[in-house]
């Protein structure tokens, strides 16, 4: 059975816990305490990911990091979720790459360090932040104007990927993006009417924290 390193606040692994059920696999979630240093630990950064990040997805022996590579190798093996041609599959690449490195990545810095970094966020990182991420999702929602999913008519990993953070509390972030880009909003219920759907809070292991700042 596929294993998941996992923790409550983690939309990465979100991505990947969510595209599991989706296709029907169990899976074993392990508990990575992240939110009291687990993953700054020399030697599970040694023994479990160099990187230093969730998700995790053990596969029998093979060990794989990066969601957005841990979302390919499951579609493909699968055969699911991947992309029914050559450009859609590049299409797919495309999005993935651009969710982890804008869409996915600058609103989860904001959230994180909006309500659970170690000190109160410096308002001038915050609003660089803000900007970075209006830009990512007007773009998205620009995009989701003219399509139900990233690619296609149909959901793809890129979808899984960009959701990560789309069903944690609004609170937690405080800008009301679901309003603001309503095209987005509306494509995060189609993605929460899919086959699989639960709640992050209620489907990776750890307490929820309420924000902190
Ligand atoms: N691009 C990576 C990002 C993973 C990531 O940033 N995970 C967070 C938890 S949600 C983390 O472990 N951060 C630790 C760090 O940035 O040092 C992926 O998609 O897997």
Not at 40 to 67: C, K
Not at 146 to 173: L, Q, R, W
Request: proline letters at 8%; a neutral charge; one cysteine or more.
């Amino acid at each position: 059975m596929y294993q998941l390193h996992c923790f409550a606040q983690s939309g990465n692994s979100f991505k990947i816990a969510f595209f599991l059920r989706a296709l029907g696999q169990p899976y074993e979630p392990v508990f990575l305490d992240f939110m009291n240093g687990a993953s700054r630990d020399p030697a599970w950064r040694e023994s479990t990911n160099a990187m230093g990040e969730a998700p995790i997805l053990e596969d029998g022996a093979r060990r794989i990091t990066q969601s957005g590579a841990i979302l390919t190798y499951l579609a493909e093996k699968h055969g699911a979720f991947g992309g029914n041609t050559p450009e859609e599959k590049l299409e797919v690449l495309r999005w993935l790459l651009f969710d982890n490195h804008k869409f996915t990545s600058y609103f989860a810095s904001y959230r994180f360090s909006k309500s659970f970094g170690p000190a109160a966020p410096d308002p001038a990182v915050m609003a660089w932040l803000k900007g970075r991420l209006e830009v990512a999702f007007d773009i998205a929602n620009k995009h989701l104007a003219k399509t139900p999913f990233m690619v296609g008519g149909a959901p793809t990993i890129a979808d899984f990927s960009m959701c990560g953070y789309a069903f944690y509390p609004e609170e937690e972030n405080g800008l009301d993006l679901h309003t603001r880009y309503p095209h987005v909003g509306a494509w995060a219920q189609r993605m929460k009417a899919l086959p699989g759907w639960v709640a992050p809070y209620e489907l990776m292991p750890g307490d929820r924290i309420l924000p902190k700042w």
